[in-house]
């Protein structure tokens, strides 16, 4: 798994505004397109780690379908910013690439700790067997998402700004460790 952006999409931003603002300070239409759709992400992944920070094995059934309920539009984001970001951006600038690194530094720990916390309360969503799977599908999501998105943003850094590859590997060390701690804890 490459670098992380996933855990990342959106419904399109008006791109005309963005757009002129962003080519005024060197930053392409087509990155800030990519950057538009993982800031939507970002904000609607504070909801979901209110919505597992508060969930208890008493919410039952109800409690973790308003979790999934959550979840699932923004997977559905997160596939859309996939197929924006991962889409031929030609060359990559430095602007381009900072761009992006900024914009995907706050879905890092955003994504680790909703990671962290489902882990945490594996023991609440043990208590109906319907819980815990819906807290197996949203790790399987998040992992699903994030491996697309990443693959593709780590292949054209590599390719066009090596420099930023320290930033991505550590991006990606933080996003697998989360990880394999929460399949680890969910046992697959």
């Known amino acids: 798994m490459r670098f992380i952006s996933s855990a990342l999409a959106v419904f399109a931003f008006a791109l005309s505004a963005n757009a002129i603002t962003s080519e005024c300070q060197g930053i392409s239409a087509s990155v800030t397109v990519c950057n538009n759709h993982i800031k939507a992400m970002t904000n ?49 600038t430095v602007e381009d690439a900072q761009s992006v690194v ?47 998105m990443a693959t593709c943003i780590s292949d054209a850094g590599s390719t066009h700004q090596p420099g930023f590859i320290p930033i991505i590997d550590d991006y990606v060390s933080q996003i697998n460790n989360a990880f394999i701690n929460a399949k680890k804890v969910y046992g697959f």
């Open 44 to 92: 609607e992944l504070p909801t979901i780690i209110k919505l597992l920070t508060s969930f208890t094995g008493a919410d039952g059934v109800d409690g973790g379908l308003k979790i999934y309920n959550v979840v699932d539009p923004v997977q559905k984001l997160m596939e859309t910013a996939r197929k924006e970001c991962c889409m031929d951006f030609g060359v990559i």
């Open 102 to 148: 900024d914009t995907v530094r706050p879905v890092i720990s955003q994504i680790v700790t909703a990671l962290d916390i489902t882990s945490q309360k594996k023991g609440d969503f043990d208590q109906l067997v319907i819980a815990t799977e819906i807290a197996q599908d949203i790790i399987k999501r998040f992992y699903s998402g994030t491996k697309a």
